[in-house]
T-cell receptor, first 118, second 116 residues
Framework: AQKITQTQPGMFVQEKEAVTLDCTYDTSDQSYGLFWYKQPSSGEMIFLIYQGSYDEQNATEGRYSLNFQKARKSANLVISASQLGDSAMYFCAMREGLLGGSARQLTFGSGTQLTVLP | DVKVTQSSRYLVKRTGEKVFLECVQDMDHENMFWYRQDPGLGLRLIYFSYDVKMKEKGDIPEGYSVSREKKERFSLILESASTNQTSMYLC???????????????FGSGTRLTVV
C-alpha cells in the first residue's frame, strides 16, 4: 500500500489566489512527522513546513499552512496568495517512528506540479 | 551556509560503465541518503547510512551499492550502468536526534544521469 498519496499530478491556480495540495498518508505508528518540500525547475528540494503527529495546532510558515486532519490521515498544504514563483513540484513526505532515535527515512509521495497563472 | 554538495550536476555514461556519484555534507549529520527521482514516481530510496561504514538498503537497491568511509561523504555506485538507471539522483542528510523539525532532510542539488 502507498504510504503517501498525492492524487493531483497537476494543479493550476490564479496569481493571488489560495490553493490546496492534497496529501494522505498511511501509518500504524503513533509518532510520525509530515513534511512538505518544494522543487522548482532548477531541481533543488526546499523544505517548506513540518507537522508532528502530536502537534495540536496546524503548522504555519508564512504563506504556507498545513491542514492536519489526523483521523482522516490527511496533511494538505495550503498556499495563500499564490505568487508566480510558487510554480514548482510539491512533495509530501512522512517520517515514521520519530521516538525510535534511529535513522528513519522519509517516504515521499509522487508529487503535484503547481502552475501559477498570471 | 550549510550544504550538501553533489559532485556533478549532469553526467552521461555508457551502458556497462561503473559510475560513481559523490555526495559531501558539512553539517556533521549522522544520516545520509540516496534517492532517485522519476516522473510520476516521486523520490524512491536506494540506500541510506546512519554511521560510517554502515549502510542499509532502501526500497530499490538492485543495481546499486554505496560506500561511506568518512562521516561527511556518501558515495553511490552503479556497478554496471544500464539505460533504466537514467534518472535524477538526489543525496540528502539529516540528524538522528534533535528537535523534531530537524528530522527533515537537507538535500543536494541533484545529479541528472543519462546512460546511453
Amino acid at each position: 500500500a502507498q504510504k503517501i498519496t498525492q492524487t493531483q499530478p497537476g494543479m493550476f491556480v490564479q496569481e493571488k489566489e489560495a490553493v490546496t495540495l492534497d496529501c494522505t498518508y498511511d501509518t500504524s505508528d503513533q509518532s510520525y512527522g509530515l513534511f512538505w518540500y518544494k522543487q522548482p525547475s532548477s531541481g533543488e528540494m526546499i523544505f517548506l513546513i513540518y507537522q508532528g503527529s502530536y502537534d495540536e495546532q496546524n503548522a504555519t510558515e508564512g504563506r504556507y499552512s498545513l491542514n492536519f486532519q489526523k483521523a482522516r490521515k490527511s496533511a494538505n498544504l495550503v498556499i495563500s496568495a499564490s505568487q508566480l514563483g510558487d510554480s514548482a513540484m510539491y512533495f509530501c513526505a512522512m517520517r515514521e517512528g520519530l521516538l525510535g532515535g534511529s535513522a528513519r527515512q522519509l517516504t515521499f509521495g509522487s508529487g503535484t506540479q503547481l502552475t501559477v497563472l498570471p | 551556509d550549510v550544504k550538501v554538495t553533489q559532485s556533478s550536476r549532469y553526467l552521461v555514461k555508457r551502458t556497462g560503465e561503473k559510475v560513481f556519484l559523490e555526495c559531501v555534507q558539512d553539517m556533521d549529520h549522522e544520516n545520509m541518503f540516496w534517492y532517485r527521482q522519476d516522473p510520476g514516481l516521486g523520490l524512491r530510496l536506494i540506500y541510506f547510512s546512519y554511521d560510517v561504514k554502515m549502510k542499509e538498503k532502501g526500497d530499490i537497491p538492485e543495481g546499486y551499492s554505496v560506500s561511506r568511509e568518512k562521516k561527511e561523504r556518501f558515495s553511490l555506485i552503479l556497478e554496471s550502468a544500464s539505460t533504466n538507471q537514467t534518472s535524477m539522483y538526489l543525496c540528502a542528510s539529516s540528524w538522528v536526534t534533535g528537535p523534531q523539525s530537524n528530522y527533515g532532510y537537507t538535500f543536494g542539488s541533484g545529479t541528472r544521469l543519462t546512460v546511453v
